[in-house]
């Protein structure tokens, strides 16, 4: 069940990040880095309040790192351990 959940958040992620870089879903790899992916700081802020409200995660409470913030795929782990 848990890795089920993960591969929904990570789709989720997958969407939310082709619409902050305008790419279709298809395109993003969620184990390339956002940086490399053309994320750049306001994305990352867009990707930040997207993750609160559709997570229902509290950033300064989440105990994120910015490890956590390499990949799609990372990023998605730890949003899985967070609800």
């Known amino acids: 069940m848990e ?3 993960h591969k929904v958040i990570e ?4 969407q939310e990040v ?3 870089l305008s790419r279709d879903a298809g ?3 969620p ?3 956002l940086h490399e992916m053309g994320l750049d ?3 990352f802020v867009e990707l930040l309040v997207i993750m609160e409200k559709k997570f229902n995660i509290k950033l300064m409470e989440s105990g994120l790192t910015k490890n956590d913030f390499k990949t799609i795929k990372s990023l998605s782990l730890k949003i899985n ?3």
């Open 18 to 20: 082709a619409a902050i």
């Open 41 to 43: 700081s306001l994305g």
């Open 81 to 83: 351990g967070l609800i």
């Open 11 to 14: 789709e989720a992620l997958i």
């Open 3 to 5: 890795k089920e959940k």
């Open 27 to 29: 395109t993003i790899d």
């Open 31 to 33: 184990e390339l880095a």
